[in-house]
């Protein structure tokens, strides 16, 4: 009864307790709700689905005043298992409306306590549960910000955190997010400004760029701008989260390992592939392969 609004994107699924069965489902629908589905044992009455987060402050279609209806999410999450949560990383953004200016989208990395449902009612994480992390307190800010972040990040009632797309009108993530070695990655679409507002005059390529953040803060962990660096030492800060790729709408990124073992991330831009180094991490060693 609470899937009030369509689901356009593919769904993520996870065996969660590496028996070889899929048993959780993770999904967001385009009222910025995001889903979880447990499929517990083989009776499907004994399935369960749960909104476990909001990415607005408000339900409905008629927003009142300052509220902010859920921010759309037309692609699924990528997961990282860790200790006592399941962490989900997505963005949001309208991939009917790439032009559309109105809205300010978001990166998102969920933590998944177990939240899901009480009654009839929903009880979900939104924007109130989450460390706003727009401003990079914990790399820009001074030593007491940096304090209240952390903190802020370690608190038992943290439920991950989110950054506001808000240095360019209309940034948004129109494609999956990938979490790998520990780094949350997304692509997003950035349209031009133009004297003509009319969404159907062709030629507004816009401008695609790469965010690549510490999964669990939002940290900028990769040199994309130099400027702010010193003579001797590489400094890292807000402007590193994102490096430009190109025109266009870019696609998802799809991580590619060859025999060298040095991992490589692809991405398509402007007509054609872009390539950008990940994090470097610990050697993989795969252990087996399921596609589902």
């Not at 990395?109 to 929903?122: H, L, S, W």
């Amino acid at each position: 009864p609470l899937m009030h609004y369509s689901i356009p994107s593919d769904i993520t699924v996870l065996d969660s307790n590496y028996n070889g069965y899929a048993d959780t489902l993770y999904v967001g629908d385009t009222g910025g709700r995001m889903w979880r589905f447990r499929l517990t044992g083989t009776n499907p009455d004994d399935w369960t689905g749960n909104i476990i987060a909001f990415t607005g402050t408000c339900e409905g279609e008629n927003a009142a005043a300052g509220c902010v209806p859920g921010r759309k999410i037309f692609y699924r999450p990528s997961v990282a298992l860790e200790t006592g949560y399941i962490l989900v990383a997505f963005g949001t953004g309208d991939r009917a409306h790439p032009l559309n200016t109105a809205v300010t989208d978001r990166l998102y990395v969920i933590k998944d306590k177990g939240q899901g449902q009480e009654g009839d009612a929903p009880v979900y994480v939104d924007e109130a549960d989450l460390y706003d992390a727009t401003e990079n307190a914990l790399q820009d800010g001074a030593d007491t910000a940096k304090e209240t972040a952390l903190n802020q990040l370690l608190s038992a009632g943290n439920y991950g955190w989110f950054i506001d797309l808000d240095e360019r009108f209309g940034e948004k993530v129109l494609a999956p997010a990938l979490i790998f070695n520990k780094v949350a990655y997304y692509t997003t679409f950035t349209p031009n400004e133009q004297a003509d507002d009319d969404p159907c005059v062709t030629g507004n390529l816009g401008v695609s760029r790469l965010y690549a953040v510490a999964y669990k803060t939002g940290e900028a962990v990769l040199n994309f701008s130099e400027g702010n660096d010193t003579d001797s030492e590489t400094v890292l800060g807000r402007a590193d989260r994102y490096t430009v790729l190109g025109v266009g709408i870019p696609s998802g990124l799809v991580v590619v390992i060859p025999p060298s073992g040095d991992a490589e991330i692809l991405i398509g831009c402007g007509g054609g592939l872009c390539q950008e180094d990940p994090l470097p991490g610990n050697t993989i060693i795969p252990v087996y392969w399921i596609q589902w």
